[in-house]
């Protein structure tokens, strides 16, 4: 029955949507008269402007805005931008919107981690190890100096790099050596964090840069910024003052909430306000308030990459990825979601006022109408948190009809490429050499990546599908944020999952037990995956750049700009990326081949689009066999083709499974 037909706009009612668990919420009493984007995609009237979706819409001055068409000469802006000029500069600009979300992540990082050297901050250097290494790299000798003193230089450096003018940033000599070199050749090495958003807007304000190539030039270094830059301070920071994680078990999907206790979400991307959470929600006089209300305690759940990163630092439970933070909510059982920043939907405030609960926003950056606001600071991180768990509390008793789902999954994360060093080389040999050895043997066919958002415009679980059909052709899985999340949902970051995987790839996961794809993360996290990539290429055997390894990525149901920003730093690192369902430059054939054919000749990497799994396993082990062929690797290895009863069959053992939002495509 096609249910979209049944809801006006603004009515709510039972979406069609495929994920059980946002079914059992959204079609339940409690949730009645509730609009979420389920039901928002559903109503919408009017499909997305093709000027738009294919970046031909240009609003850079007021003599326009002006819509372009490739090729007809009438259909040139006013000042005469053409097509690729127009589409370089719309893309550039999402990269360098991208870019900043992570840059100004990191920055908060750095500066927490400043404060917290300097004995100012609740937080504690964890990790004394990573420091020393984390100095080492950065030219700082730890020779006797005190952990103190040493986190306050390496704090010092790295905020630095935010606001340096020249030079390089340095966490880029981590990369191979040829890829510095040809950083260095096509002048794309970034000089500093920051500088690299700036020169891109200027870049393409109206009347600067006019020429296709090199304005995707200035994108790849503005997102080599993030990569190399500014999202891997995020994450070498976190893990010295929260820990590197280890893999731990925990638990995803919405039954993570609990009936008798008060359920604190915390919803958004920056680790430091959750970790002040974490570390108060047991404490005693927040454990007898709860008793007071007649709750036996506090559930703290995570929503997006807040979730991943306080799942895989301290297995903490994950309600709900990006397209379930509403229906997390239309529960009812929410005592408070409190949010910092990134990928939170306006929706989330009507939602709540259906509801007893709170919606607390934390950041100056980011205010919600209809939301309570109290201000997050680093000093006085444990006051802040605990006002915001009394918050929560106080509304306990408020809690009317509700429903919470009974799925959830057991996951098994955090693989930060240290631990996936130890658990692959044993503790006293960490190496990648077992897995660089077992692609050259081809046990394991190679390494995927999947990562990014979930998006209310795709149908399918493309990336449950992917992952599975991946693992079937012996291919390692490695996933961040909210696909992370959708795939643990599946059941398939549990190491019962090996048995989907090849036979190849099973054989070396039993002699490991871990699961047959390893969760490393949330989004900023995506930079372990630069590192390990690179470990890979130092490891030898398999090339001398990332450009050789049969090493893919991608982001098949991308929402975010930070997504496109991501993306472009693996091309330019000498990945292939497939993106889908769609992308942002097909209103230009001449920027699109640029993307996905020529990129390939300058980085060794480049784009391309896909739709559903089958193309787009289809695309990337095809791109893993060619590049094994090109290592001479390429004894015969037969692709397992899926057809839709073998996918069935698959996806029959796992209860609960997939969670996409089911919307149009
Ligand atoms: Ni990544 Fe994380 Fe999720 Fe997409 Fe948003 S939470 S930083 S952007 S939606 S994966
Ligand atoms: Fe139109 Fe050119 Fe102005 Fe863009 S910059 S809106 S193409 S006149």
């Given at each position: 029955m096609d249910t979209s037909k049944r809801f006006k706009k603004g009515n709510s009612g039972c979406p069609s949507i495929q994920c059980e668990a946002n079914r059992e919420v959204l079609c339940n009493e409690c949730a009645s008269g509730v609009v979420t984007a389920a039901h928002r995609v559903q109503n919408r009237s009017v499909e997305p402007c093709l000027f738009g979706k294919g970046g031909t819409c240009c609003r850079n001055c007021n003599m326009g805005p002006c819509q372009i068409i490739e090729g007809v000469d009438a259909m040139v802006g006013i000042c005469g931008a053409d097509a690729p000029t127009v589409v370089a500069r719309n893309f550039a600009r999402i990269v360098a919107g991208g870019a900043a979300a992570h840059m100004d992540h990191g920055r908060g990082v750095a500066l927490a981690f400043l404060e917290t050297a300097k004995g100012e901050t609740p937080y504690e250097i964890k990790d004394g190890i990573k420091l020393r290494e984390t100095a080492l790299r950065l030219g700082i000798d730890p020779g006797e100096k005190s952990k103190t003193d040493l986190a306050i230089e390496v704090g010092e450096k790295l905020v630095s790099e935010f606001g340096?003018?020249?030079?390089?940033?340095?966490?880029?000599?981590?990369?191979p050596q040829p890829r510095q070199e040809l950083w260095q050749k096509l002048g794309v090495t970034p000089r500093g964090v920051d500088r690299e958003v700036v020169e891109m807007m200027h870049r393409t304000h109206m009347g600067v840069d006019q020429n296709y190539k090199n304005i995707l030039l200035q994108a790849a270094r503005c997102a080599l910024a993030d990569g190399w830059g500014a999202s891997m301070i995020a994450t070498e920071l976190s893990d010295i003052m929260f820990g590197t994680p280890v893999p731990i078990r925990t638990k995803v999907n919405?039954?993570?909430?609990?009936?008798d206790e008060v359920n604190v979400t915390v919803h958004g991307h920056e680790p430091v306000l959750a970790e002040a959470l974490a570390m108060v929600a047991n404490d005693p006089e927040i454990v007898a308030e709860c008793k007071k209300v007649g709750a036996k305690g506090v559930n703290l759940a995570g929503v997006c990459c807040t979730g991943n990163e306080i799942l895989m630092r301290r297995g903490l439970p994950i309600a709900g990825s990006f397209v379930q933070q509403e229906v997390v909510l239309a529960?009812?059982?929410?005592e408070a979601m409190v949010v910092d920043v990134q990928c939170i939907m306006q929706g989330v405030s009507p939602v709540s006022k259906n509801y007893h609960t709170q919606l607390i926003t934390t950041s100056e950056k980011a205010k919600i109408t209809g939301a309570k606001h109290v201000q997050f600071h680093e000093d006085k991180a444990l006051d802040v948190a605990k006002e915001i768990i009394k918050m929560a509390i106080a509304k306990f008793p408020e809690r009317g009809k509700y429903c919470i789902p009974r799925h959830e999954m057991d996951v098994v994360a955090g693989f930060s490429h240290e631990t996936i060093n130890y658990i692959l080389g044993?503790?006293?040999?960490?190496?990648?050499k077992p897995l660089n050895d077992n692609i050259i043997n081809g046990r394991i066919r190679g390494v995927a990546a999947i990562v990014g958002c979930d998006n209310y415009r795709v149908m399918d679980e493309v990336h449950v599908e992917l992952a599975k059909e991946l693992i079937a052709n012996d291919v390692l899985v490695l996933v961040t944020g909210c696909a992370a999340t959708g795939i643990g949902r599946a059941g398939l970051l549990s190491p019962e999952a090996m048995e989907m995987a090849g036979d190849g790839l099973k054989e070396v996961l039993e002699a490991v037990g871990c699961p047959p794809v390893l969760h490393m993360g949330?989004?900023?996290?995506n930079s372990r995956l630069l590192i390990a990539a690179t470990e890979m290429v130092h490891t030898g055997g398999l090339g001398n750049d990332i450009s050789d390894i049969p090493v893919v990525g991608c982001a098949p149901q991308w929402m975010s700009e930070k997504a496109v920003s991501i993306g472009q730093y693996f091309v330019s690192s000498g990945a292939y990326v497939v993106f889908g369902p769609s992308f942002p430059t097909t209103g230009s054939q001449v920027v699109t081949d640029f993307c996905f054919k020529q990129m390939n000749d300058i980085y060794g990497g480049c784009w391309d689009l896909a739709q559903g799994a089958n193309e787009f396993a289809d695309k990337m082990i095809d791109k893993i066999n060619e590049r094994r062929k090109a290592l001479g690797l390429d004894k015969k290895k037969e692709r397992v083709l899926f057809d839709m009863a073998m996918r069935r069959e698959l996806g029959s053992g796992i209860p609960g499974m997939g969670c996409s939002p089911g919307g149009h495509s």
């Open positions: 340096q003018q020249e030079g390089a940033i340095s966490f880029i000599k981590r990369a919405i039954g993570v909430l609990k009936k529960t009812g059982a929410v044993g503790r006293f040999r960490a190496s990648y949330s989004c900023v996290d």
